[in-house]
């Protein structure tokens, strides 16, 4: 076994994570491709995408179109967020980190400050679901729950990478076994309501289906990289690509096809207590599934406050030498945990309305980093990147990169009139007949606009200070500085 496959152990168990945000050299790379694939189907096959799937039906739509319409955004979004783990393995860094890349060393905190508040987002949606269920479990308060839940998350997110992929192996099989056994059950209540259910499906709601599932799997794009830097460098980008989205954007589907088919059969039981219902489907092992389905969403829960750690890390480190971060971390991860509980424990109303919003309002916001990531990625530099300059307040990527972050606001402000969300309906959304196409507007306009605004400056290079010559950081080599990047120095 060479070095970079090693997997240190203690006892038999994975060891604490000793890395934060700096580079994972090739000796300590290590994990094959398809565990992509059982990380993201674990993270996807969740209770929380179950009542995102549910939120479908509640806006109207009948079963077979609600299940199309997660079919289709699912697909869609998946493409985007598997694009984003490619460059796990290629650049060794967390996804946010390589924003700096775009915006600047300084200015690379504007979305990593916004992934904060979506990993705080999902932390509560999960809270949510998983604290009810809990409570009921245990027979406890349903602040106990959330506070009980979100320990274990937090243990698990201390502990960090290699147990989170650990568990997703172990949790896939799991959460296949459980889902097809309530697929299988559901499917047989459904004749008695299909004749009945939903509406008569119109674009503006089929529209604003599809939006609610591509959010879903775009909004997993900021934690994609965090999860595939420690394989191996010359990983193909085939593999890392198909396995991460045939895990995720069919572990999304599963997962909300049964939400869908869930609300269809008893849609106020599965907002009130969405585990407990789905549990109660087989009374005779109700308690064993409520605990297969809590242990299920352990995996997908602590990459909520392990990714926001990594996210907050980049707004504020500038380390390029490996440094333990094991007390850091866990000095975040408890306060993380103990702000999303008590959100979780304050929050009130319908709990498919919370998801929506929530849900909605991050595609809104993460859409346009994601085009111009993508886009300085894939089109502008072609995956060549001076990685000791993303540590370096003074190098060639400079401090601000004030175009894209101009360019980040003005297309938000473009989605604007096209939101279709209950607590805001643009103008255009309502000419539309209600049709949510925000996130193609702000998809284009980042996209397109960053093209043009590298174009115009170079590689977005013009008055960053940047320097001619490779700036490598003490401690860390340049690495994959390349044609498309020297070019425009």
Request: proline residues 5%; glycine residues 12%; contains cysteine.
């Amino acid at each position: 076994m060479t070095r970079g496959d090693a997997k240190p152990r203690v006892n038999g168990t994975p060891t604490l994570e000793h890395h934060g945000i700096e580079h994972i050299p090739a000796a300590e790379r290590h994990g094959k491709p398809w565990h992509q694939l059982t990380l993201w189907f674990s993270s996807n096959v969740t209770m929380t995408a179950v009542v995102t799937g549910a939120v479908a039906v509640a806006l109207g739509l009948d079963l077979k179109w609600a299940i199309a319409t997660i079919a289709i955004g699912n697909l869609v979004g998946g493409v985007f967020m598997a694009y984003h783990s490619v460059q796990g393995p290629e650049l060794g860094v967390p996804q946010m980190v390589q924003s700096r890349a775009q915006f600047g060393f300084f200015g690379g905190a504007l979305p990593s400050f916004i992934v904060v508040l979506m990993y705080l987002g999902f932390t509560v949606e999960g809270s949510l679901v998983g604290g009810e269920a809990l409570a009921g479990w245990l027979g406890v308060s349903k602040a106990l729950g959330i506070v009980i839940f979100g320990a274990a998350h937090g243990l698990v997110a201390l502990v960090g990478y290699k147990l989170i992929h650990s568990m997703a192996r172990y949790i896939t099989v799991v959460s296949a076994i459980v889902f097809l056994a309530l697929f299988v059950q559901l499917a047989t209540h459904l004749p008695q309501h299909l004749p009945n259910s939903g509406s008569p499906a119109t674009a503006g709601t089929v529209m604003l289906a599809i939006s609610i599932s591509i959010s879903w799997q775009v909004t997993w794009a900021p934690y994609v990289s965090d999860y595939s830097r420690y394989l191996p460098e010359d990983t193909p980008r085939k593999a890392t690509f198909w396995y991460t989205y045939l895990g995720s954007a069919v572990g999304g589907s599963i997962a909300m096809a049964i939400g869908a088919m869930a609300a269809d059969v008893n849609s106020n039981a599965l907002n009130t207590d969405a585990i407990g219902f789905l549990a109660h489907r087989f009374p005779a092992i109700s308690g064993l599934l409520v605990f297969a389905l809590l242990v299920i969403s352990i995996p997908s829960g602590a990459e909520g406050p392990y990714g926001a750690f990594l996210s907050t890390l980049s707004i504020f480190s500038r380390r390029t030498e490996p440094r333990s971060p094991v007390l850091g971390r866990a000095l975040f991860v408890i306060g993380f945990t103990v702000v999303g509980a008590v959100l979780a424990i304050l929050s009130s109303g319908s709990m498919l309305n919370t998801f929506t919003n929530i849900t909605l309002f991050l595609l809104y916001l993460l859409v346009p980093w994601t085009a111009i990531n993508l886009t300085d990625y894939y089109v502008v530099r072609r995956g060549h990147y001076d990685v000791s300059a993303l540590f370096d307040p003074n190098g060639r990527y400079g401090r601000w990169n004030w175009g894209a972050m101009l360019l980040y606001v003005v297309s938000f402000a473009a989605e604007v009139p096209f939101i279709n969300s209950s607590l805001y309906v643009g103008p255009l959304a309502n000419l539309l007949g209600g049709a949510d196409i925000a996130w193609l507007i702000g998809l284009a306009v980042g996209g397109f606009g960053y093209y043009a605004l590298a174009r115009q400056t170079h590689l977005c290079t013009a008055g960053t200070g940047v320097q001619t010559a490779t700036e490598t950081a003490p401690g860390l080599p340049a690495r994959h500085t390349g044609p498309a990047e020297a070019s425009s120095r």
